[in-house]
C-alpha cells in the first residue's frame, strides 16, 4: 500500500465520476460497472509506477500549461519527475516547480556542459554554495558536450571533474550528459577515485561495449525517447542491456517519443518509453515499470 497525494486522489475521483460509477446492491453484493477505465485507475489498481527521471519542466516552453502537463503525467502514472538544473538563472524556477509539488518533483543542482563558459568558476562556486544550502537528490546535469562547441573543452573536463568530487562529499549520484564526448567522459572518470560515485548516463548514446563499460563501472543507463526513433540504433542496445540497468526518462520538452515526435515533449511520454522498451525486451509494461522504478527509487534514494 501507498500513500497517494492530494492531486492523485483528485484525479481518481473525477475519474470515477466521468466513467458513470454505479453499484448495485443485491443480497450484500457489490455488482460495479465501470463504462470507462483510463490509464490512471489502470495504474492504481495495478500498482504501476513510472518515474521519469530526466526533465526540465521549469522551462519556458511550459509556462503556459506547466500545471496542466504536471498533472497528465501525474494521470499517466507518471508519479516521480526529477529535474536537472542547467545554470544559476534556471534555480529559481526549478525550486519553485518541486516547492509547487513535494511529493511529486524533485530537483538536483549541478552546472550543464553547454554553459560552462569563461566565468565557469562563478558557476561552480554558485553550485557548491547551493549543495550547502539543502538537500538535493543529484548532482546534474554534468558532463561533457561536444557537439555544439569545442572551445571550451578544457574548461567542460574541470567543471564536470570538480562537480564530480561534489558529489562524493555530499554522497549524491551524478547525471552525466555525454552529447558527442564519450570517449572524453569514460577518460575523465577512469582517472579518478570512484569510491561512493554512481550515478546515470542521461540519454544514453554510445555503443553496446561503452554501454557494458559504462555499467562494469557502476553507472546506469538513461533511456528516452530516442529508443522510438525507427534508424536510432538505440532498440538494439536495448535489447542486450538487463533491465536493472535502465532507467526512464524524457528530457522534456526534447526528444519527444514516437508517436509524438515532432511535438514538445513532456513528462506524460515516459509511458510511449516504458511501453517501447516492453516490446523490445517482449515484457510487460509493468515489468518496465516496476524494474526501473525500482532502480531509480535506489539510485536517488526516494522512498
Known amino acids: 500500500v501507498r500513500t497517494i497525494s492530494p492531486i492523485e486522489l483528485n484525479l481518481i475521483i473525477k475519474t470515477f465520476f466521468n466513467a458513470g460509477f454505479c453499484a448495485n446492491i443485491k443480497n450484500m453484493q457489490f455488482q460495479i460497472q465501470f463504462l470507462q477505465v483510463n490509464t490512471l485507475l489502470l495504474c492504481y489498481f495495478c500498482g504501476m509506477i513510472l ?7 521549469y522551462l519556458s516552453e511550459f509556462d503556459n500549461d506547466r500545471d496542466q502537463v504536471v498533472k497528465d503525467a501525474i494521470e499517466k502514472g507518471v508519479k516521480y519527475m526529477f529535474l536537472p538544473n542547467i545554470n544559476s538563472k534556471s534555480v529559481a524556477g526549478m525550486i519553485s516547480l518541486e516547492e509547487k509539488y513535494p511529493t511529486h518533483c524533485f530537483a538536483m543542482m549541478g552546472l550543464h556542459p553547454t554553459d560552462v563558459k569563461k566565468d565557469y568558476q562563478s558557476e561552480l562556486n554558485f553550485v557548491s554554495d547551493w549543495l550547502a544550502k539543502r538537500k538535493f537528490i543529484a548532482v546534474g546535469e554534468i558532463g561533457i558536450d561536444l557537439y555544439w562547441d569545442k572551445t571550451f573543452i578544457n574548461e567542460q573536463i574541470k567543471a564536470f571533474t570538480f ?20 570517449t572524453e567522459i569514460l577518460s575523465v572518470l ?10 546515470v548516463f542521461h540519454c544514453f548514446n554510445g555503443t553496446l561495449d561503452e554501454a557494458n563499460e559504462v555499467i562494469e563501472m557502476g553507472f546506469l543507463l538513461g533511456i528516452g525517447g530516442v529508443v522510438t526513433f525507427k534508424n536510432a540504433g538505440l532498440d538494439k542496445i536495448v535489447a542486450a542491456i538487463d533491465l536493472k540497468n535502465l532507467l526512464l526518462e524524457t528530457d522534456a520538452p526534447f526528444l519527444t517519443p514516437v508517436p509524438h515526435r515532432g511535438k514538445r515533449n513532456e513528462s506524460a511520454h515516459t509511458y510511449y518509453v516504458a ?3 516492453a516490446e523490445i525486451k517482449q515484457t510487460s509494461i509493468e515489468n518496465v515499470a516496476e524494474i526501473t522504478t525500482h532502480n531509480a527509487k535506489c539510485l536517488f534514494k526516494i522512498d
Open 51 to 57: 518515474i521519469d527521471t530526466h526533465t526540465h519542466l
Open 163 to 182: 562537480q564530480i568530487e561534489l558529489a562524493r562529499k555530499y554522497n549524491l549520484p551524478i547525471v552525466i550528459h555525454s552529447r558527442d564526448s564519450m
Open 275 to 277: 511501453k517501447k522498451i
Open 190 to 199: 577512469k582517472s579518478m577515485n570512484l569510491e561512493k560515485i554512481t550515478g
